[in-house]
């Protein structure tokens, strides 16, 4: 039998190194581990146990020296480069591999390598019928196999949220801290409102609640997934990726380097390697070996229903390292199998979720998709199906589930002048007083363990602060903005929707009536059929907080 030779650079590192395991139990590979360190990777290869048909060996390479004469002389059939990092890296190793004559995949998460990667080494690829794939891994692949997955048929797509939560036991090496400090504290891509912007990795955060985990901080961090899943599945409003580090001491420093260097008071954090690899040694013990990944995603189904739908796996006994390499070996079975189409691109949407899914099956890996409808909205529930018929149609499509989850407009912003009330717009992060203000209004919808909600996230000329509402058991309206809840009155009549403030807490402790601030807000419709809002805050002995006024109309 003729053996595909199979050519795996970085095969000694943390991730290369499970790869290599997984690979050997494919029948008929000759698989070749390099290393910058002969000896080592050969004593690996002498350690892997292999199928009947398959042969492993090790070699020294050096892929940044003389690559083109290795590979004339390996003459491999595939090249898989798992050395990382891939951040600020050039394209030497698949452009090698595909002049060799080898089809070429690798692990890159880079953002800008894998941006870059088809323009770079498509003709080429095309021009020797060969495969070249790009973030093999668990982004792009595996995310965006999953949210195309929970997808499929779908009518519009709101939001993609997708998170990942190593367990802290697992083994980490000095390419993966490098890459995640290349961008902590600086400006990392993010689909929001509908279109791509900008976020602080490893700032912008948020608690989520990992399926079978544990409730944990996540923050952003730099993948391609916000920039590629946005326009490619069209979704209307938001795609995050956030990460959170199992150890709170590790997730908690990372986000002090990330404020220093947004602050401007560090630099380049490289040389602190050594030293959080050494750190790791103790902040690790508290921790398991139990990780996972979410991939959260809610829109309207192929009935025209808003549907929140996830896909969550768990690792436990330290598999979890694993998952990075899977779409991998997935890569390699699809290439092996002709199912590939020549030419080079991303990995995100080459392969299936099923087909990745099928490499995790030696592992104490688990999967499981859920979905849940989501009939009414808040307001509906609240109000009465009869009363919130007989709203006007605008605040019926802001309100009603099947409505834009983002409008814009513009506003006009009024702020009291007294320090105690300037104190408290900034805690809350209120906006500044301006006339003819760009305002956006994401509505998320969102499904949780508690219940329903929804997160109005107001954008006042890039000035954002974000409100979370819910029904409380006796279906009385709630906002809370941080430790600060109002109850609402919510009321509608002639064809208005009022919110006035009825009751209030402070870290849970009630505030007593004469402390409540006085709301005036109105919804109705304006005389050219916009959605029109004039919200006003009062504060008792300190006078106006803020008023913003203005008009909405839904987001093409």
């Not at 004469?69 to 600020?88: N, T």
């Not at 595909?98 to 894998?114: C, F, M, N, Q, T």
């Not at 498509?122 to 949210?147: I, Q």
């Not at 602050?263 to 040694?281: E, Y």
Request: hydrophobic share 45%.
């Amino acid at each position: 039998m003729t053996r595909r030779r199979v050519l795996l650079i970085g095969g000694t590192g943390v991730f290369g190194s499970r790869l290599a395991h997984h690979l050997a139990r494919f029948d008929g590979l000759d698989l070749i581990l390099s290393s910058r360190d002969g000896a080592k990777a050969k004593a690996l290869a002498r350690t892997i146990r292999h199928a009947k048909g398959t042969q492993v060996s090790g070699i020294g390479l050096d892929h940044r020296h003389h690559l083109a004469a290795r590979l004339a002389e390996i003459a491999p059939w595939l090249v898989i480069d798992a050395s990382g990092p891939f951040q600020g890296a050039d394209y030497d190793v698949p452009r090698g591999a595909l002049e060799a004559g080898a089809h070429v995949v690798d692990l890159a998460d880079a953002r800008d390598y894998i941006l870059g990667y088809g323009a770079a080494l498509d003709e080429l690829a095309r021009s020797r019928g060969l495969v070249a794939l790009a973030g093999a891994s668990s982004t792009p692949a595996l995310s965006t196999a999953a949210a195309a997955e929970l997808t499929r048929g779908w009518r519009r797509t709101d939001t993609i949220d997708i998170a990942i939560t190593p367990g802290g036991r697992s083994e980490v090496g000095a390419a993966v801290i490098a890459a995640i400090l290349t961008y902590a504290g600086r400006p990392v891509p993010v689909w929001r409102e509908g279109e791509l912007q900008e976020t602080t990795g490893w700032l912008d955060s948020r608690v989520v609640t990992m399926p079978r985990l544990r409730r944990q901080r996540v923050a952003a961090v730099e993948t391609v997934d916000a920039q590629a899943l946005g326009p490619t599945l069209g979704v209307t409003s938001r795609v995050a990726f956030q990460a959170g580090l199992e150890s709170w001491i590790e997730q908690w420093g990372l986000m002090a380097l990330a404020r220093l260097r947004q602050a401007g008071l560090v630099g380049s954090l490289d040389g602190l390697i050594p030293l959080l690899i050494l750190a790791r040694k103790l902040t690790r013990i508290t921790t398991s070996d139990r990780g996972g990944m979410l991939v959260a995603a809610t829109g309207l189904d192929d009935s025209g229903e808003l549907r929140h739908a996830r896909w969550s796996l768990v690792a436990t006994r330290d598999d979890g390292p694993q998952v990075p390499t899977l779409a991998a070996a997935a890569a390699v079975c699809a290439i092996r199998g002709g199912l590939l189409e020549p030419g080079a691109r991303s990995a995100g949407g080459a392969l299936s979720l099923a087909q990745i899914e099928a490499e995790m099956q030696p592992y104490a890996i688990v999967t499981k998709i859920e979905a849940e409808p989501d009939d009414h909205g808040l307001f509906e529930q609240a109000l009465g199906g009869t009363a919130f018929a007989a709203l006007p149609e605008p605040l019926r499509a802001f309100h009603g589930t099947a409505g834009s989850p983002v409008w814009r407009g513009r506003a006009l912003v009024e702020n009291g002048r007294n320090p105690i009330a300037w104190l408290i717009r900034r805690l809350i992060g209120l906006p500044e007083a301006g006339e003819d203000v760009p305002v956006t209004v994401s509505v998320e919808r969102v499904a949780s363990e508690t219940g329903k909600a929804e997160i109005w996230i107001r954008n006042f000329g890039g000035s954002r602060f974000a409100s979370r509402l819910y029904l409380d058991r006796e279906n009385r309206l709630h906002e809370r903005f941080g430790p600060v809840r109002f109850r609402l009155g919510l009321a509608a009549r002639d064809g208005q929707v009022r919110l006035p403030v009825v009751a209030a807490s402070v870290l849970g402790l009630p505030l007593h009536r004469f402390l409540l601030p006085r709301s005036e807000a109105i919804e109705e419709v304006d005389g050219e059929g916009r959605f029109r809002f004039d919200v006003k805050l009062t504060l008792p002995l300190f006078g106006l907080l803020v008023r913003y006024a203005g008009w909405l109309t839904p987001k093409a």
